[in-house]
């Protein structure tokens, strides 16, 4: 069987005043954190790479990642097995 290689796209920066970093700095701040300790020198950027990343499939195909398999519902006959998108597939 061949499979599609998923792809995650991370969601461009907006255009605004303050940067995640700069604001994850300002909470660090908040709860008596020292932004420019050793340990937490970097944990600004840390946290914008990872929210970007976690909030990324917001704009992801859902279909590239379960590679065409979709689980039909809420049948009157219960669960249904998965079945294989195709183009000969009508199932949505």
Do not use: W
Request: glycine letters at 6%.
């Amino acid at each position: 069987m061949k499979t599609k290689q998923s792809v995650v796209k991370v969601m461009p920066p907006q255009k605004d005043d303050e940067s995640i970093a700069e604001l994850m700095e300002k909470i660090l701040l908040k709860i008596g954190e020292d932004p420019e300790r050793q340990g937490l020198l970097r944990t600004p950027h840390r946290a914008r790479k990872a929210l970007r990343f976690l909030t990324s499939g917001y704009e992801t195909d859902v279909h590239s990642i379960v590679n065409g398999i979709v689980f039909i519902v809420g049948s009157r006959a219960g669960f249904r097995a998965p079945v294989k998108r195709s183009e000969n597939n009508n199932c949505q």
